[in-house]
Antibody, heavy 115, light 113 residues
Framework: EVQLLESGGGLVQPGGSLRLSCAAS????????MTWVRQAPGKGLEWVSGITGGGANTYYANSVKGRFTISRDDSKNTLYLQMNSLRAEDTAVYYCVKGGWADVWGQGTTVTVSS | DVVMTQSPLSLPVTLGQPASISCRSNQSLVKSDGNTYLNWVQQRPGQSPRRLIHMVSTRDSGVPDRFSGSGSATDFTLKISRVEAEDVGVYYCMQSTHWPPLTFGGGTKVEIK
């Protein structure tokens, strides 16, 4: 069974940093594009970042470019999102998503940016 | 980026009655390989999203056959033939033809009258 398990969310002050992790299982992780999608409270879904299989190429939404870094460790079947210079508007549930077609979603991890 | 526009915003439906959600893109979603990567995602209250349909009309594993997708190029529809209580939630269309980025419609909230 394909599973994605996010962790690393929490409460952080504006300007702070967090690193999210997503542990994947049940598929050949290294061969898949992986994606982060977020959902602010009461809002819709917003694509944040994506990374190709093997990590050669990374992509970011304009809203996070220069502040967030996506990476992966294929030996550990784990996806990461390093979030720096966090702002109140980054408050959201962050979902790890398998593939460019978004066929499997994790349960999400909550990030709250507040003083 | 491709803009996805859904309607209606809210859809009250009587149990057992059909429901239909429209999704339009501001450019064609036909990829150079000839496929159209338009997907539908369901988010039940308090749950994470789940993909229901991919490539316009192919249901994902375990999705009941009362859900169907149709459309082409820039105009797409999700239909529920007979709404059940478990279908309550928000439905999003999502394109992955012009990735990156994935782009989503604003969502349609399906509720029971």
């Amino acid at each position: 069974e394909v599973q994605l398990l996010e962790s690393g969310g929490g409460l952080v002050q504006p300007g702070g940093s967090l690193r999210l992790s997503c542990a994947a299982s049940g598929f050949t992780f290294s061969t898949y594009v992986m994606t982060w999608v977020r959902q602010a409270p009461g809002k819709g879904l917003e694509w944040v970042s994506g990374i190709t299989g093997g990590g050669a190429n990374t992509y970011y939404a304009n809203s996070v470019k220069g502040r967030f870094t996506i990476s992966r460790d294929d030996s550990k079947n784990t996806l990461y999102l390093q979030m720096n210079s966090l702002r109140a508007e980054d408050t959201a549930v962050y979902y790890c998503v398998k593939g460019g077609w978004a066929d499997v979603w994790g349960q999400g991890t909550t990030v709250t940016v507040s003083s | 980026d491709v803009v996805m526009t859904q309607s209606p915003l809210s859809l009250p439906v009587t149990l057992g009655q059909p429901a239909s959600i429209s999704c339009r893109s501001n450019q064609s979603l036909v990829k150079s390989d000839g496929n159209t990567y338009l997907n539908w995602v369901q988010q039940r209250p308090g749950q994470s999203p789940r993909r229901l349909i991919h490539m316009v009309s192919t249901r994902d594993s375990g999705v009941p056959d009362r859900f169907s997708g149709s459309g082409s190029a820039t105009d797409f529809t999700l239909k529920i033939s007979r709404v059940e209580a478990e279908d309550v939630g928000v439905y999003y269309c999502m394109q992955s033809t012009h990735w990156p980025p994935l782009t989503f419609g604003g969502g349609t909230k399906v509720e029971i009258k």
